[in-house]
């Protein structure tokens, strides 16, 4: 009579928490918004050398944290395409675009948004249209992915 719900929604709603306890600790920490890609940013650059451990403690607990859950699942798919130059070419286009708009979905979505900032909106407004867009162009009019 009653169908067993994915868990996909259950996992996405966890994802969501971490990421919004994850900015909260950090601003409450450091006085500073998280923005994963200026976090990276500053690394690449060196403009983050004063605080290059806190840095890279937060860039390992990203990678980290999704092989730790790994067995608690028994099938990850994002849905992603399997072709890789197109996985580099986007990798590419969101990391000028993160600099572009001096933010990403973390700074601008998770964070900008929860404080109301009216530039986080605008920006998480522009990035979600230009995501959606991308993926209609490529992979419903091109056919590409």
Known sequence: MFETLPS??????????????????????????????????????????????????????????????????DAVDTHATTNLPILIAAGLCVGIGTRMANGCTSGHGVCGISRLSLRGIVATVFYILAGGLTVALFRHLLGVI
């Open 8 to 73: 996909d929604w259950l996992w996405g709603l966890t994802g969501g928490f971490l990421i919004g306890t994850g900015g909260a600790v950090f601003l409450l920490a450091n006085g500073r918004i998280m923005g994963a890609s200026g976090i990276l940013g500053g690394l690449i650059d060196g403009s983050g050398r004063s605080n290059w451990g806190e840095r890279v403690a937060f860039l390992l607990g990203v990678f980290a944290l999704p092989l730790l859950l790994l067995p608690a699942t």
